[in-house]
């Protein structure tokens, strides 16, 4: 096809978009802005930002700080103006459509900032039935610590660089997903998260626990039967057999969390049985609601499922005092490679060339779940996902088309490196923070918990020798620790110049 | 048998004025175990409280409140007041949403509340980007803060109080911040300008200066017309653009004079006037000079001779 047929099909593909939003526009008898909104991000979503992303470079103007138009100070005249808006728009062609439609969204972009969120009635996008919400967002640590690592919000194509408040969230599956707003928490938590917000105090406390976590139902490679393919098993660790040991330490971590003010407490993955979570709720009780840890975040223990033909791998978030805010349960189940010895005598003799080290596959029997439950706190719209949720390529998709940008994560594994890049890139997609805490099975090691923060320098894994058996986020000593390091750095580079003189 | 103070509406009645730490211990036990007279004292004492405060707090203020509210419908006192009085259970929760949500938001509508509570800060953030009119580094803005007049009256802005600040500013587009390389620049915001217009640095400023001007320049002025210039671009009262378009106008004639007539002698300190002794007829003004302002300067350096 010739260049200039290849512009005329691209053309048309976007004249089908702007038609589309025209008849949608025609057809919006009130317009509010978060209907508004959602019809304009979709068409830039579907028709992509190329075209008025040159037009703009051409006009000296920079997609970041895109010129808004100007509404009328008093809200009641609002609806008006957009109803004018939308009428010059409809009357606009080609790129000048274009170039309008995106000052719009931007302008709404602030005009939606005002409004009570979320709008009760889904909005469907250009594209298909799928309908929408639009959600605020809220990367409060990347907005605290100052623009840190190029994110999605300031790079080239991206409706993300125009818009800085918001984000239109689908609430239909996607892909068999679903992303779900929880709302319904208490309204002193809330406030007492947000005082806490306004005053910079907000600490994380990472703990791997010092207790080798041993279960009984760890089923034995050895033993698993297998071909010269290998073989495969399920594996349920529904109990823990050195449960007095973990008894006494948890109360230890629960009085260091409030002794050192912690806002969020995570534990690691399936490490929670039955037994531990009653004494957790338990002390937590006795802290009452202006208690310290203000959040807690464990993973329990599988537990069977309802119909008791699965099992459930769950993480619980409580608050202050002991109360449910919510349980997630992760969406990716586990399948381990482990390699073992052929010398077992129920293998089938093979020959010579049979007799090597085979794969053994161990595999979670759980029911997965189907939701990324996001709660917009103060310090960020949280996101709880399980170990392998948070590397699982497709999920990924699903994370990055939510409005979370805070990911609080409990986490099984031996090895960290996925759950690091994926951090990175939900940071620059999202502009997300992302905590995690690790710990392999009983005493072997794995590597350690982390925090990605969207700043330079902002991967930070747990050093047992540095940071003691468990791994604490502080912002205001990240803070202070940084304006120390740029004294330090004025100080050589003020004694550079004087020797230099 | 007396009331404890908590269930006794005369002394809930007395909670309207007090700081907000005073209230909050009475808060969930009248939920729990208030008579409904003590409910609906509470609940015009949150509603007097709740006026005030929306009108004149800080982000935190509202906050404070809310969270004081808060304690009448969360947890355990909540779920007894939802069972006992569901009407004041409801009104409660009417209060808290709308202080919570005062507290919370960024926009234009709640840029007094956010600057209010910087103590200051804020509006010299952005005096100095009004200044400069171009992007400044953070840096730099640090440095500009702590090295302020009033720098000995407040502790010194550190690095974490700043950022604080700037995150602030910045939700509610007061700035805008962005990276330049490894330095972090800060510019002022679309909600940032519109306020250095109506506040910072208002129209009328610039309408007056430039009279001032004129003024100096030996222009005649209309007083009446330079009021309704200076009250058109947004003087705070018709009342003060009246006064200085009279007083302006006054000026531009005594200078105008003076550049026609041989001059007299004058001493620097004749234009260090205290209040109500103006020379030259001046003297029934009721205008103040700006402290540590230089009326001779005015003239000096437009040629005219001031003998000290």
């Known amino acids: ?501 | 048998m007396s009331l404890t103070p908590s269930l006794d509406p005369a002394f809930l009645s007395d909670l309207d004025g007090v700081p907000v730490d005073e209230v909050s211990p009475h808060v969930e036990t009248v939920a729990r175990e208030g008579s409904p007279a003590a409910l609906k004292t509470l609940t015009g004492v949150f509603l007097d409280r709740a006026l005030h405060v929306l009108r004149s707090g800080s982000r935190r203020d509202l906050l404070e409140e809310a969270l004081a509210v808060s304690r009448g419908i969360s947890g355990e006192a909540g779920r007894l007041l939802r069972q006992r009085d569901p009407a004041t259970y409801g009104a409660w929760t009417a209060l808290d949403n709308l202080l919570g949500e005062a507290g919370r938001r960024s926009d234009q509508d709640a840029v007094p509340s956010i600057l209010k509570g910087t103590q200051g800060l804020g509006l010299r953030v952005l005096e100095i980007l009004a200044k400069e009119d171009k992007p400044v580094r953070r840096a730099r803005i640090r440095e500009t803060l702590n090295s302020l007049p009033d720098r000995t009256e407040r502790p010194e802005v550190t690095e974490s109080h700043l950022s604080h600040l700037l995150y602030n500013l910045e939700e509610a587009d007061l700035v805008v911040r962005f990276r330049q390389g490894k330095e972090v620049h800060v510019q002022l915001g679309s909600a940032g300008k519109d306020l250095v217009k109506t506040t910072v640095c208002p129209g009328w400023v610039d309408n007056l200066l430039g009279a001032m001007e004129r003024a100096i320049r030996g222009e005649q002025l209309d007083r009446t017309k330079l009021a309704d210039e200076i009250f058109k671009a947004g003087a705070p009262s018709q009342l003060v653009a009246e006064k200085l378009g009279t007083a302006l106008a006054q000026v531009a004639a005594k200078l105008s004079d003076l550049g026609q007539t041989p001059r007299q002698p004058r001493s620097a300190s004749d234009y260090d006037h205290p209040r109500g002794s103006r020379p030259d007829g001046l003297s029934n003004l009721d205008i103040s000079p700006r402290a540590g302002y230089d009326w001779g300067h005015a003239h000096r350096s437009h040629g005219l001779e001031v003998q000290g």
């Open chain 1, 1 to 501: 096809m010739e260049a200039g047929d290849r512009e005329n099909a691209g053309l048309v593909t976007v004249e089908k978009w702007r038609k589309r939003l025209r008849q949608r526009l025609k057809n919006v008898s009130w317009p509010l802005p978060e209907t508004l909104f959602v019809l304009l991000w979709s068409f830039f979503k579907e028709s992509g930002v190329r075209r008025i992303e040159n037009l703009l470079t051409s006009l000296g103007e920079h997609s970041l700080y895109v010129e808004l138009f100007k509404l009328p100070e008093e809200k009641k005249f609002h609806k008006e103006a957009l109803k004018q808006g939308v009428a010059s728009l409809l009357g606009l062609r080609g790129l000048d459509f274009d170039l309008a439609a995106v000052r719009w969204l931007a302008t709404l972009d602030r005009v939606v900032l005002k409004n009570r969120q979320p709008e009760p009635t889904p909005i469907r996008g250009l594209y298909g039935d799928r309908r929408f919400r639009v959600y605020r967002r809220n990367p409060f640590l990347a907005g605290v610590l100052g623009p840190g690592p190029a994110s999605e919000g300031e790079q080239s194509r991206t409706i993300e660089a125009v818009l800085r408040h918001n984000k239109a969230v689908s609430v239909d599956e996607l892909q068999d997903y679903r992303i779900e707003s929880y709302e319904d928490w208490d309204p002193n938590l809330r406030h007492r998260l947000q005082f806490a917000c306004g005053e910079g105090h907000f600490k994380v406390l990472l703990c791997p626990l010092k207790t080798p976590v041993t279960y009984p139902d760890l089923p034995d490679l050895g033993s698993i039967p297998r071909s010269a393919g290998g073989g495969a098993a399920f594996f349920h660790l529904r109990q823990i057999s050195n449960e007095v040991e973990l008894l006494t330490e948890l109360p230890e971590v629960l009085a260091f969390a409030r002794d050192q003010s912690v806002t969020l407490l995570i534990l690691p993955e399936l490490c929670i049985s039955d037994r531990s979570e009653e004494e957790i709720r338990r002390i937590l009780g006795t802290h009452g609601q202006d208690g310290y840890p203000t959040l807690t975040l464990f993973g329990r223990c599988h537990r069977r499922n309802a119909a008791g033909n699965l099992d459930l791998n769950e993480a619980v978030l409580l608050g202050p005092d002991g109360s449910d805010i919510l349980q997630y349960r992760k969406q990716t189940r586990y399948t381990g490679r482990h390699v073992v010895a052929w010398d077992d005598d129920t293998q089938q003799d093979e020959g010579e060339f049979s007799r090597k080290p085979v794969p053994i596959y161990l595999e979670e029997q759980i029911e997965l779940g189907d939701r990324l439950l996001v709660v917009d706190f103060p310090f960020g719209n949280l996101a709880p996902l399980i170990c392998l949720d948070l590397l699982h390529i497709e999920l990924g998709d699903i994370l990055r088309q939510s409005h979370a940008d805070l990911f609080a994560v409990p986490s099984l594994s031996e090895t960290t490196g996925a759950h690091r890049s994926s951090a990175t890139r939900l940071m620059i997609s999202n502009r997300a923070s992302t905590f995690v805490t690790n710990r392999w099975i009983e005493n072997r090691p794995g590597e350690p918990s982390f925090y990605r923060i969207p700043v330079e320098k902002g991967m930070r894994q747990h050093q047992a020798q540095e940071d003691g058996p468990y791994l604490l986020f502080c912002l205001e000593a990240f803070l202070n620790a940084r304006q120390q390091e740029r004294e330090e750095e004025d100080k050589r580079r003020v004694d550079s110049q004087v020797r230099v003189n």
